[in-house]
């Protein structure tokens, strides 16, 4: 197996000059003097993030941010994966693989890797530093793109030969949001004892003899409901995600606007006030990740994956994650939780965790909430 090469994070200069240039030269257009945000990314703050974007935004800054971790590429299972690999203090740090989703990136773990990796720096206790992986999943930013589309089972499979083959670890806790949630319960699933337990903030699958009890089937209606405005970007990507990617790949604006409209809905913003929860920096550190990689394309494919590998069916057979499950529950999450009954029917849930505050992004929007939870469901574990 080859071994890891370090990595660093230099995006050319051109490639930063030709973005700037396409954003200063945007053609605005106009929207209804009414919609907010409810026609989608609201124009009046598309403008003033392009102004900051193009006058204040600064690159090297954030890239130098990322480049604070040890950044390693490696050929897995014939994917050229991007991974941080952040050694934990101590002498017995955890192995935790955390992923991301879409339209995330490494980017969202900027503010728990070095807590995780070296909890004593932060008042915390060293036995509870973990080892950190996070890897680019295939087709996003710095990883190399599949053959074809992978779903989230596939991606599971990559990244077990990550943390055995590749890193020798003989057992590790895996961690997600969004597709990192759906990857991480593949992971429990498919590729236990190796992956000896999971904590997810997020619940994408679903049980094939759907809801059982009244308020089962009061949350499986309300679901249904609150996702008919959320469906479009979901059906294109995993329909026709080529058809969209010819207008993207061509506009930095229009890469901004599609990612940010998530930011904004999914997130626990006051009102539709997205930097209550998200500063300009974060959110464009993320966007041009996915622009000066040129991976919006091959990054949508995971929806079509998905699609081919089952959809959210978990198991058509009804069985569930047996390895030992963390669920941490944030209100605003977008994908609204089902009851505990119907999760449990899914995964060996060993702790349920309602969260005071926070959305989507868990580990962006309340990194301390996060990091608390995961260390407890860990002290359990090893309790």
């Given at each position: ?288 990740v996915y622009i000066t990689t040129r991976t919006f394309n091959t990054a949508s494919w995971i929806y079509y994956g998905r699609r081919e590998e089952g959809g959210r ?24 939780w089902p009851p505990r009954s119907y999760v449990d029917r899914l995964y060996n849930v060993q702790r349920w965790t309602t969260m005071p505050r926070g959305g989507h ?23």
């Amino acid at each position: 197996m080859p071994q890891p090469q370090s990595f660093s994070i230099n995006v050319p200069d051109d490639v930063l000059a030709h973005t700037l240039e396409r954003v200063a030269n945007y053609p605005w257009h106009e929207m209804p003097d009414d919609g907010g945000w409810s026609y989608g990314t609201n124009l009046d703050y598309m403008k003033e993030l392009c102004d900051y974007w193009v006058n204040e935004f600064d690159w090297r800054k954030q890239e130098a941010l990322i480049n604070q971790f040890s950044h390693f590429k490696a050929p897995v299972d014939d994917i050229d994966l991007h991974f941080i690999h952040e050694i934990g203090s101590g002498p017995s740090p955890k192995p935790l693989l955390i992923s991301h989703g879409w339209p995330g990136t490494v980017t969202e773990f900027l503010e728990i890797i070095e807590p995780l990796a070296h909890p004593e720096r932060f008042g915390g206790n060293i036995e509870d530093a973990f080892t950190v992986v996070a890897p680019s999943l295939p087709g996003f930013g710095f990883s190399g793109r599949p053959p074809r589309p992978y779903g989230p089972r596939k991606m599971a499979d990559v990244f077990n030969s990550l943390m055995t083959k590749v890193l020798g670890y003989d057992s590790y806790i895996a961690q997600g949001g969004d597709w990192g949630g759906a990857i991480s319960s593949w992971l429990g699933f498919d590729h236990a004892p190796a992956c000896r337990a999971i904590h997810i903030n997020i619940l994408t699958m679903r049980h094939p003899d759907g809801p059982q009890t009244d308020e089962e089937r009061q949350w499986s209606d309300q679901f249904d409901q609150d996702q008919l405005m959320q469906d479009g970007y979901r059906t294109q990507q995993a329909t026709k995600p080529q058809t969209l990617s010819y207008g993207m790949m061509d506009s930095p604006v229009g890469v901004a606007a599609w990612i940010i409209e998530k930011f904004n809905a999914w997130s626990d913003t006051v009102g539709d006030d997205i930097e209550s929860a998200h500063s300009k920096d974060e959110m464009l550190t993320n966007i041009m990740v996915y622009i000066t990689t040129r991976t919006f394309n091959t990054a949508s494919w995971i929806y079509y994956g998905r699609r081919e590998e089952g959809g959210r069916i978990f198991s058509p057979e009804g069985h569930r994650v047996e390895v030992p499950t963390a669920c941490a529950l944030f209100p605003k999450e977008m994908l609204a939780w089902p009851p505990r009954s119907y999760v449990d029917r899914l995964y060996n849930v060993q702790r349920w965790t309602t969260m005071p505050r926070g959305g989507h992004f868990g580990a962006m929007e309340e990194p301390e909430l996060f990091l608390n939870d995961l260390r407890a469901f860990v002290r359990e574990l090893d309790g």
